[in-house]
């Protein structure tokens, strides 16, 4: 098969690491890719939006499969593109991908479907939801409709910053037109939990759990990111847990889609809080998480190549997901200032000392190669260290031991990437 994966992150990385170890893979290209996908796959200069390159490109080199990993390109219709062109792909249509692409749709389907999720309102106008406000218990939750780069919640403890978050997300616009409605949602309280799915519209299989660490500093502290760090499986996800959440969340959500005429294949990512009434859906995400992927692939035993077509032909039943009884953590190393004003463009070092060390592995998400062909820093969140354990602190201290490894210009993780939860 000759595969594209649309995408240039740490979770792409992860993918295209994982999908070249496929025997059925003949060559593998990414739009755009990065320094670290280079190593897997052909990287080509497309941008992720650029639909009409991208199916050019596709039918120019005979693609038998595209993969499009971000929201943007999902929730725009990347899938619907390459469809319209006779040219399969991974994802779910624009239709589907709503199901991320606007809270309010998401807080509505789960309210007609039952499905368990926090009380909430959805604003059009600023002046009503201060009107709400004025009499809504606190704490409370606001968030941008739209998309916002897993950075527009609000969690607001005063009436006082409710009022000034109605003014940063629908008249300040801080998020432009993902604010222009809004959803006010019941606080609650609970462990997190990610929960990624294969779905082929019908059927839908579970993969192993996993936890995202979404706040910048140590000790949950600083600003909201699109992740710092992630371990697998998460202790708090248990057989109970599990199989409330295969009866009333996962099996529905999928029906519920195909009842609204929305029929859903590709990846559902379930943001669970695990609240004393029990389970309740937080977000949904049309797409893999990054960076859980970093660490629910890397223990996954299936050749995804199989998954991927399985979801595409609608023939999931027929796929049993395996994966390792084993942990895996993975520490973001990003670049100082994060996620608010930062520099790129230093130099990294110390690739190497990752080559042949089983269970161990570098992922990048901000890099590229600068004019003289050196790694250098190019985002944010630059690199995704994973480490493999038999338990999770055993990963947690290969993780952090292979952090080391890496040296590059303002250097910056967190240094408690599931830490509470082993000593818990
Ligand atoms: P979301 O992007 O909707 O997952 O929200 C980002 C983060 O905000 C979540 O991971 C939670 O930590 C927090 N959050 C979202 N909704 C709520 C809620 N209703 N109650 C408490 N915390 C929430
Ligand atoms: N790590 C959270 C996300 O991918 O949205």
Known sequence: MKVLIVGGGG??????????????????????????????????????????????????????????????????????AFEAAGIRAFGPRKNAAILEGSKAFSKDLMKKYNIPTAGYETFDSPEEALAYIEHAPMPIVLKADGLALGKGVLICNTREEAKDGVKTLMLDKQFGSAGDRIVVEEFMTGREVSVLSFVDGKTIKIMTSAQDHKRAKDGDQGLNTGGMGTFSPSPFYTEEVDSFCRNY???????????????????????????????????????????????????????????????????????????EDNAAVCVVLASAGYPEHYEKGYKMT?????????????????SKFDAEGNIVTNGGRVLGVTAKGATLKEARENAYKATEWIEFGNKYMRHDIGKAIDEA
């Open 249 to 323: 969340i996962y099996q529905p959500t999928v029906d519920a889609m195909r009842a609204e005429g929305r029929e859903f294949q590709g990846i559902i990512f379930f943001g669970l809080m695990l609240t004393e009434q029990g389970p309740k859906v937080l977000e949904y995400n049309a797409r893999f998480g990054d960076p859980e992927t970093q660490v629910v692939l890397p223990r996954m035993k299936n050749d995804i190549m199989d998954v991927f077509e399985a979801c595409v032909d609608g023939t999931l039943d027929q796929v049993e997901l395996e994966f």
């Open 11 to 80: 979770r792409e990385h992860a993918i295209a690491w994982k999908a070249v170890q496929s025997p059925r893979v003949e060559k593998l290209y990414c739009a755009p890719g990065n320094a670290g996908i280079a190593q897997v796959a052909e990287c080509v200069d497309i941008g992720v939006m650029d639909f009409d390159a991208q199916v050019a490109f596709a039918k120019e080199h005979g693609i038998d499969l595209v993969i499009v990993g971000p929201d943007d390109p999902l929730a725009a219709g990347a899938v619907d």
């Open 350 to 366: 110390g690739f190497e000392n990752f080559k042949d060390k089983d269970g161990y592995y570098v992922f990048h998400a901000g």
